[in-house]
Structures are given as C-alpha cells and as structure tokens.
C-alpha cells in the first residue's frame, strides 16, 4: 500500500512497496471505531510473551538514543517488582527538536495507536499509572478527543492522564519529564538515579517515545519475525522519518530501516547533484558532507559515519550556506539550555559566539582552536545531551566542511553573499 497526502505543506507517504505500520491513509484523525475494526486492543494473553517477542524484535527506541525497548521494558518491570510500589509508563510526545514532526503527527491523527501501545506497555511492567506527556496543545485534544471515545474495555485497568507542559529542546528529555511530573520544573536531572529505578514518585518509571509505543499493537497482532521483516539486522523494522530543507515542503515517510539516502531524495523530489551535505538527527547529530550520499539510513551505518539517525528526522542542505546553518542552530542550543549546568550554559554561548563570527568572517585562527578544542572536551559534562549535541554540530562543522570554514575566513562565500540564512528554530516544521 501506498499512500501519499499533502496538508499544510506537509507530504506524509509510505515507502513504496512497503505495508505501512504507523501511517495511515485515509488521512486525518483515526477514530476508536475504525481503529479497533483494524484489530486494535486485542486481548492481551500473555505480557511475558509480548515481551519475549519485544526482545526477539531488536525493537530500538524511536525518540533519539535508540536504546533497546525490552532492556527498558525489563528493568522497569524487575524494579517495580523488587520495590513493591508497582510501575509507572510515561507516553513522550514531547517533540523537542523543531526539525522533527512525527511524534505530534502520531498523537494527532493515531492517537488509539499510542493509546494501545502505552496500554501493552503497562501490562507488561504491571504498571497502574500512566501519562501522556507532551506540549502540543492539538496533541493533547486528539488523545483527550480519543479518550472520551473510547470503549471501557478497551484500555483494561489502565487510567490514562494526559500532562502538558511547557515547549522546549530539554522538554522531552526523561528526567525533564519525570521532574514535570512529579511538580517540579521542565528541565533534566543529574543521573542516577535514572526513571527506571525511581522516577514518578519515586517510583521505577518507563518513559518511552511516542512512535515506539505505537510499535507495540503491530508486534502483538504479528509477532517478531514480521517486525523484523522490514529494516536490517542491527536496525529492524520501519521508522517515521522527518525531511526538510532543499527548498521543498516538509515530508514525513515511514520508511524501511537501510534504504539508501539517494533513493530517499527521489521520494522527496531531490536530485542528489544539488545536495551539499545534511543536518542529521534533527539538529542533534551535527553535519555530513556528501558523504551522505553514500549512506543507508540506519543506525549502524550512519555510526560509522560519525554521525547517527537520531529521532528520524534529516534536513537536507543545498543552497544554505553551511556555516550559516550551523551558526543558527548553535544560538539555538544557547537559547534553549536550561541554564542549570554551568558547562552547557557557558559551552553552548561561546561555540555559538564563535560560530556567528566564523558565519560573519572575523573569526580569528584562535577562535577556532577553541571551538575545536570544546567540541573535544565538553561531551558529556551536562545533566542531559544538549552540551553534547551542540558539540556534535562544532567537530563536525570543522571536521565535514573545512573548505566553507576556509571560504568564510576570507569572506569569500558566494551563498552568503547572496542572502546569509539566519533562523530562530531552523527548519522548523508544523504537522498537518
């Protein structure tokens, strides 16, 4: 099935060829009625068999860290054991990379295929409390709307509480959210101890993204090895990818994990002679040259690039000068750190003064020396990764592009010379 709409200068299709599992067509919000016609919220007959078949998925978490969902799954449910306080499941829908669209086009238009995931989540670490996190107030009234609807057989015992906060990057990081929810301020916490041995209440807490949640109906419907049928091996099943940039409205694809980047640009509209580099896992990934044109989309893959696919979402960069580009999204980490953590607060501020006056051509050669050596040693000195991201964009601005670098010390950059890109929230794109 293919199925290709556009709203709001938004493209949402499916991969050619490929049985869309997270996408939907007709488009437009998903009722309780039609959803369960399709086969969702089946009985659940066995939790330990659901999550045997989670791990047996190599299903990886779709919010950024792609950290195995049955290695979450499984602490959440032995510390809740252990500590007899039972579990708590935390839905996060709290999008924070404005390059990215996929979570609130879920939450939207699918909301009962969150729902259902959240509900099997819960079964599975026997939890008896859960939230839906997020900041996208039309997100919240598609799952309030889907709630009301709903069947009370539905959702069991599981009483669902919608939590919205307020936007920005550290947002949907899961301490930032299980601070939000137990009363506190939207910004992360030193770790440990992490949500799965205390968070919401003190209790062992799942916070799990969106779109991975909504993975969970389709492997209870069909098991491990049809998940599995799609993607690689280190990379399995299908995944929402957000594509900006290139002068074209934004587009949302589930796609296979592994298809090739060229193949991606087709379905985009791209011609890959035009492409220079891209803008990787949203913003937090940093910059490839055209190398990425020689790259599958998958984990592994893009690791070995020094790069990563992040939440799923890829700006592709033609006529922006990428200097340019890197200078706005860096005075973006600066605007939007939490100002907690005196590394990332100082650290985003100085590699966003040097790179706007690298953009500006008064950068001088030790200005460079220290945004290389910051982008060395800052990593991992903030209580959540928007130090490191911010650092990502710095090595690989340096490290993908020296010959633009080499263009702006002399002010010789045709692209800028033109019309110099500057954005608050750059490629920043609204669901449909």
């Known amino acids: 099935m293919e199925t290709t709409t556009t709203a709001s200068a938004v493209t949402v299709a499916v991969w050619p060829g490929c049985e869309p599992r997270l996408l939907r067509d007709p488009p437009g919000r998903e009722g309780f009625a039609s959803y369960r016609e399709s086969g969702g919220y ?7 068999d659901l999550l045997n078949d989670v791990e047996r998925s190599g299903l990886l978490g779709r919010g950024g860290a792609a950290y195995p969902l049955a290695v979450k799954l499984l602490a959440v449910r032995d510390n809740g054991r252990r500590g007899g306080s039972g579990a708590v499941v935390v839905a996060n829908g709290e999008e924070g990379e404005p390059a990215s669209i ?4 879920l939450l939207r238009n699918r909301p009962h295929l969150v729902l259902d995931g959240l509900r099997l989540a819960a079964a599975i670490v026997s939890a008896d409390q859960v939230y839906v ?9 598609s799952v309030e709307s889907a709630l009301n609807d709903i069947d009370s057989s539905a959702l069991g015992d599981v009483s669902v509480d919608i939590r919205v ?25 030193d770790k440990p101890p992490r949500p799965f041995q205390q968070g919401v209440g003190g209790r062992p807490t799942l916070v799990s993204n969106v779109e991975t949640l909504a993975n969970l109906p389709y492997l209870q419907r069909h098991g491990a090895t049809a998940f599995r049928a799609q993607g690689t091996a280190l990379s399995p099943g299908t995944f929402l990818m957000t594509i900006t940039g290139a002068g074209r409205p934004a587009g949302l694809y589930e796609v296979p994990h592994g298809v090739a980047f060229p193949d991606l640009l087709a379905l985009h ?15 937090f990934a940093g910059l490839l040259n055209r190398t990425v044109l020689d790259a599958t989309m998958d984990h592994e893959t ?12 890829v700006t592709v ?48 050669d030790e200005d460079l020396v220290r945004l290389r050596r910051w982008s060395v040693v800052l990593p991992g000195r903030g209580a959540c990764a928007t130090l490191d991201a911010a650092c990502n964009v710095a090595a690989s601005l340096l490290d993908q592009f020296p010959h633009a670098v ?27």
């Not at 996190?133 to 009234?141: F, I, N, P, V």
């Not at 990057?169 to 506190?184: D, F, I, P, S, W």
């Not at 600066?334 to 040097?354: H, I, K, L, P």
């Open 133 to 141: 996190y997020m900041s996208d107030l039309e997100s919240a009234r």
């Open 269 to 283: 509209g791209v011609s890959p002679g035009q492409v220079k580099g891209a803008l990787m896992g949203g913003y």
């Open 165 to 189: 906060v307020d936007p920005g990057y550290v947002a949907g990081e899961e301490t930032a959210a299980v601070r939000a929810l137990n009363g506190g301020p939207v910004k992360p916490t």
């Open 317 to 364: 960069l033609t006529d922006d000068c990428v200097v340019a580009v890197a200078a706005s999204v860096l005075a973006y980490f600066d605007r939007e750190n939490a100002g907690q953590c005196g590394s990332c607060f100082n650290g985003t501020a100085a590699m966003a003064a040097v790179a706007a006056a690298l953009r500006d051509g008064v950068a001088t």
């Open 302 to 313: 893009l690791r070995g690039l020094g790069s990563g696919l992040g939440a799923g979402a």
């Open 406 to 432: 080499e263009r702006h010390r002399d002010n010789s950059c045709a692209a800028c010379q033109a019309e110099v890109f500057h954005a608050r929230r750059p490629y920043e794109v609204e669901p449909a």
């Open 102 to 105: 996929k979570d609130r086009w």
């Open 42 to 48: 089946r009985r659940l007959e066995s939790a330990d």
